[in-house]
């Protein structure tokens, strides 16, 4: 049985997106360097492919052009930005909730160890493969709640503490 997106899913999208465009402003401003750009981008690329898989991919280039020297920092910092400002206002597509569902699932599952949490999430999962979008509200919660038991930054709900990653990525490199 097909069903399509709860009014729920697109609220709580809604109003996440809403919340991490006003963050935007405020981390634009701040971010002066390719390492806080690259954590700002850690924190959002799931965000970003669920609104604009392209985007996802042409922000994945623009770091690989500024690695090879093909792009300046400003226009790889305002070429960011905007692709995340347009990616978080794009229109909600199925297939890239989708896409971006299974693609976190790709990466929690790798962390989760209890067996019912995994049996849980693979029937959610396999549901929604199956063509029943009405699970997408559950997944995007048992996600979020699976992301705090095993001590993960919430990939469906990412929180732009820019300045605190860059600093234990900082001490990470040191060691």
Do not use: C
């Given at each position: ?50 609104g ?43 297939s890239n ?63 732009l ?15």
């Amino acid at each position: 049985m097909k069903t399509g997106l709860g009014s729920d899913v697109h609220g709580m999208i809604a109003s996440r997106n809403q919340r991490l465009l006003g963050e935007l402003d405020v981390v634009e401003a701040q971010a002066g360097t390719v390492t806080e750009l690259e954590v700002l981008w850690h924190q959002l690329k799931f965000v970003v492919l669920e609104g604009d898989p392209a985007a996802y991919f042409r922000i994945r280039a623009l770091f690989n052009e500024y690695r090879q020297g093909k792009v300046a920092w400003e226009d790889l910092k305002q070429h960011v930005f905007a692709l995340f400002r347009s990616s978080l206002v794009a229109p909600l597509q199925e297939s890239n909730i989708i896409n971006l569902l299974t693609h976190i699932w790709g990466y929690l599952k790798k962390h989760v160890r209890e067996e019912e949490d995994r049996q849980q999430a693979l029937t959610l999962i396999r549901r929604l493969s199956d063509g029943d979008l009405s699970v997408a509200g559950e997944i995007y919660q048992a996600f979020s709640e699976l992301h705090h038991k095993y001590g993960k930054a919430d990939l469906t709900n990412p929180q732009l503490n820019v300045a605190e990653q860059v600093g234990k990525l900082e001490e990470i490199l040191k060691k």
